[in-house]
């Protein structure tokens, strides 16, 4: 079993209400000195098998198609160990790229 | 995309003056070689990068309405001149949207636009900021919003795409419009493959106000100060206007697609808009305004000052942005939503932004009203800009593009449905009749109307399913007004220039059927490539034909919007253009609803019932058939019609009525009893056959249902009045019965009917 992390965020030029609400409250609760917040989603997936270039493919695949709306968000995928230490998709096959140039 | 990205000195005019042999983009920002050269020949140099950007947006297809501009003129021209319709008009063409007076000190504005291709792209996002743009068209006239409705148009409702298409488009709806607290009162939903490529988007939005509160967009008086104020300027859509109205996405040399960087509306971002903006107007602190949709910044600057008296200085790196790296040309071709532009007289500047701050809507003077007639713009001091507003605004080309009737016209409208095999036993029509109503056109439409919020606001007297939605205006008066849009585009394939009298006629026989009287049109004309004489000729006819019926029933067009490219290779759309008629009603409790509420009513068909099936429901679902002519109008029919309906409800004489159309009768009977949850007994008129008496799609024909101490009275006034009225039946018991025919109990009838789309798409 491995954990496969795809994060999910709105293009930069994107407008996010959602951040931008957040953004705002932070002064009025006393946090100063945060210019922007943007805010994106987070997936987890646990994977049953080794993490090869074949299961990557097809996370990236379902990430692509389904997890993120590619016309106005970018994903990137990241393999989680056993400890816990994330390691970017290794450069080179398909799935390590990300889905802003995809 | 930006033009500066090809040079990293800034390009001013200084530098444009020294430089006149350098490349611009000016094809890929979409301007034709004659047009660049009349930009050149306009300024007497080469533009800068900057006016380049503002050239290429407001003279794309999409602002400028260069192909369409000379045949929309009929809609001036050919206006009626006398009548309810005329002398109600307090606002015409050419503003944001049309203004009405509807009595009592109360005027009403109301316009449908188009958000297609982006729809199309992103679903939600595009739908949602159709909503977003036609609300602040609305506020900018100094009117309050006060419902919403959509008007849509998928491809084949079982076909993979349209599954992704069509849920976004209702979510985004229901999302943008519930958000911001506005009814959705009604619209269409049409299923048709030739829209597969591209679903057609249309957004009608209504306000209210009083007659003095109206307000025109315009930059008058010197010394007066520009306000941005609503969003800050992000990189979104840029290059959307010149590029949402080009043919296609792809680019055909195989690089990357110059698809529309979508845009992300924020619908609490509008609703603050919409407080500051009224109270700005009722405080009196405003002389002009605009909202920035497409084309964005160069849009509101360049038609404020050309319909103002002076020029106009806007310094551009004050601004507010959400990306600090944006170039000028971007921000200036930035379509950001819920941003407007306000003139405001120095000595009320701060008051202003007392009333933005209060609605935490980021404010900024960013330019002046000047006595010259140049429209200036500067970044850090230096001039960018230096340009005639109106040869930006106003005087962009104008095409008289060739047009030629298809040579398939003939074919198509010789194909004649009667040779259709058609139902004759009582078996066989109630196996059409099921056939009809659980077909994705007939269907109900509740599992998407029920996503919108339609009672919102609390005066939603009327909504989707009914003929025409129906908002109170005045609580203690009841004054209300009637909303109906109709568009067939069938029936406009087989004949444009009937199909477009065929959509006003509908749309105003709905607005009737609730007891309004129609006044005003707006108009949304959805059209195929105007560099196609075929689909040119298709929007030059739909033209004259509205323009025509329009001056016949006396409701002059105030505004609306032209949508074409709405073409996928050589495949275009079938012509649609969506008529959206506005009527008034001086007591919203005397209005008829749709529904046979009561055993015992007598159904009357009024109208007569002749054998037309081209284009009908019926070809298309038992047969798949497109062919052959469309109904007829006759508009003094329509008229009279309207009259009866109009006093039947306000005396009192109705106590449903129903509109016959797509579908026929047999439609418009089992609507009427599953809205009522009573059934009806029906007898086929003596001399016409079952079958034409249920399906034919005549028009000109509305379904009634009196109480009996009404009957001699109603009966009289048909017959004085001249309009055929036929006594079909009674509302009666648990079925739909068709007399010697077929029986349809309702349970059956509601299981088919409402069945489809949550099976399609739930």
């Known amino acids: 079993m491995a954990r496969v992390v795809v994060d999910v965020m709105l293009k930069p030029e994107i407008l996010d209400p959602q951040g931008q609400a957040v953004q705002r409250a932070l002064p009025r609760l006393g946090f100063e000195g945060v210019s922007d917040v943007r805010q994106g989603k987070r997936f987890e997936l646990e994977v049953e098998g080794p993490v090869d270039g074949d299961a990557l493919a097809r996370i990236h695949e379902l990430a692509e198609t389904f997890l993120a709306n590619t016309v106005i968000e970018d994903f990137t995928v990241r393999v989680q160990d056993a400890d816990g230490n994330e390691r970017p998709v290794e450069a080179g096959t398909d799935a390590a790229s990300e889905g802003a140039v995809a | ?762």
């Not at chain 2, 057609?200 to 007066?224: P, Q």
């Open chain 2, 1 to 762: 995309m930006s033009p500066q990205s090809h040079s990293h000195t800034l390009d001013t005019v200084k530098h444009a003056e020294q430089t006149p042999e350098a490349e611009l983009p000016w094809k890929e920002l979409g301007l034709k070689e004659d047009e660049y050269a009349r930009v050149r020949e306009i300024l007497g140099r080469r533009p800068t990068g900057a006016e380049l950007a503002m050239y290429s947006v407001m003279w794309s297809e999409h602002c400028s309405y260069k192909s369409s501009k000379v045949h929309l003129r009929q809609f001036g021209e050919k206006a009626p001149t006398e009548g309810p319709g005329a002398e109600a008009m307090l606002v015409g063409i050419g503003e944001q949207a049309g203004v009405v007076d509807v009595g009592q000190g109360y005027a009403v504005t109301f316009k449908v636009e188009s958000h297609n291709h982006p729809s199309y792209v992103e679903p939600y996002q595009g739908a949602a900021t159709g909503i977003g743009g036609i609300v602040r068209d609305i506020i900018a006239m100094g009117a309050r919003p006060v419902a919403a409705m959509d008007p849509l148009r998928f491809g084949a409702a079982d076909h993979p795409d349209t599954k992704r298409v069509l849920p976004g488009v209702v979510a985004g709806i229901g999302g943008y419009g519930n958000c911001l607290g506005l009814p959705n009162i009604g619209g269409e939903v049409v299923f048709d493959p030739c829209y597969q490529g591209n679903p057609l988007v249309n957004a009608l939005c209504v306000g209210v106000m009083k007659h003095e509160d109206i307000h025109l967009a315009k930059a008058a008086g010197t010394g007066n100060k520009v306000i941005l104020y609503g969003a800050r300027t992000g990189g979104d859509g840029i290059g959307g206007a010149s590029i949402l109205a080009s043919e296609t996405f792809e680019d055909t040399a195989g690089k990357p697609a110059k698809r529309p960087a979508v845009q992300v509306g924020d619908p609490f971002q509008e609703k603050l808009l919409i407080e500051c903006t009224l109270e700005a107007f009722h405080a009196d602190l405003v002389v002009g305004i605009q909202d920035l949709g497409a084309a964005g910044l160069s849009c509101a600057t360049s038609e404020l000052a050309s319909n103002g008296s002076g020029g106009m200085q806007v310094e551009l790196d004050t601004v507010p942005l959400r990306d600090s790296s944006l170039s000028p040309e971007e921000i200036l071709m930035s379509e950001s939503q819920e941003r407007m532009c306000a003139v405001v007289e120095p000595e009320k500047v701060d008051r202003f932004l007392e009333i933005c701050e209060k609605w935490e809507v980021t404010a900024t003077v960013v330019g002046e009203v000047t006595d010259g007639d140049r429209l200036e713009i500067f970044w850090h001091g230096e001039k960018i800009v230096d340009v005639d507003p109106r040869t930006v605004a106003h005087e962009g080309p104008v095409y008289e593009r060739p047009y030629a009737r298809p040579d398939w016209q003939d074919a198509l409208q010789a194909d004649d449905p009667a040779k259709l095999p058609r139902p004759a036993s009582g078996e066989e029509l109630r196996a059409a009749t099921l056939a009809l109503v659980s077909s994705p056109n007939q269907a109900a439409k509740s599992w998407i109307t029920d996503q919108y919020d339609r009672y919102v606001l609390g005066d939603t007297v009327l909504a989707q399913p009914e003929d025409s939605g129906m908002i109170r205006i005045d609580a203690e008066t009841g004054l209300g007004v009637a909303v109906a849009t109709d568009g067939n585009g069938r029936y406009a394939k087989l004949d444009p220039y009937e199909g477009a009298r065929l959509a006003l006629a509908e749309s105003y026989r709905n607005v009737a059927a609730t007891g309004a009287r129609p006044l005003a049109v707006t108009d949304c004309l959805n059209f195929g490539s105007p560099e196609d004489p075929a689909a040119m000729w298709q929007f030059a006819e739909a033209c004259r034909g509205l323009a025509d019926a329009c001056k016949e029933l006396g409701t002059p067009v105030t505004g609306g919007n032209v949508s074409l490219y709405n073409q996928t290779g050589e495949a275009a759309i079938h012509p649609t253009p969506v008529v959206g008629v506005l009527g008034v009603i001086d007591d919203v409790t005397r209005r008829t609803p749709m529904a046979f509420r009561d055993e015992g009513l007598l159904i009357y068909l009024l109208g007569e019932t002749k054998e037309e099936f081209g284009g009908s429901a019926w070809s298309q679902v038992a047969h798949g058939h497109l062919g052959g002519r469309p109904p007829q109008v006759d508009l003094e029919r329509e008229r009279l019609l309207a009259e009866i309906l109009i006093s039947a409800s306000r005396d009192g004489m109705a106590d449903a009525a129903h509109d016959v159309s797509d579908g026929g009768v047999v439609q418009a009977l089992a609507e009427s009893c599953l809205k009522g949850g009573k059934g009806a007994r029906i007898v086929v008129p003596d001399g016409l056959d079952p079958f034409v008496f249920l399906f034919s799609e005549s028009q000109g024909r509305a379904l009634v249902a009196i109480p009996r101490s009404e009957e001699v009275r109603f009966t009289d006034m048909c017959a004085a009045r001249g309009m055929p009225a036929a006594r079909i039946g009674v509302v009666d018991g648990e079925a739909l019965e068709i007399q010697g025919r077929f029986t349809l109990p309702l349970d059956e009838l509601r299981r088919e009917h409402e069945a489809t789309l949550p099976g399609l798409f739930g």
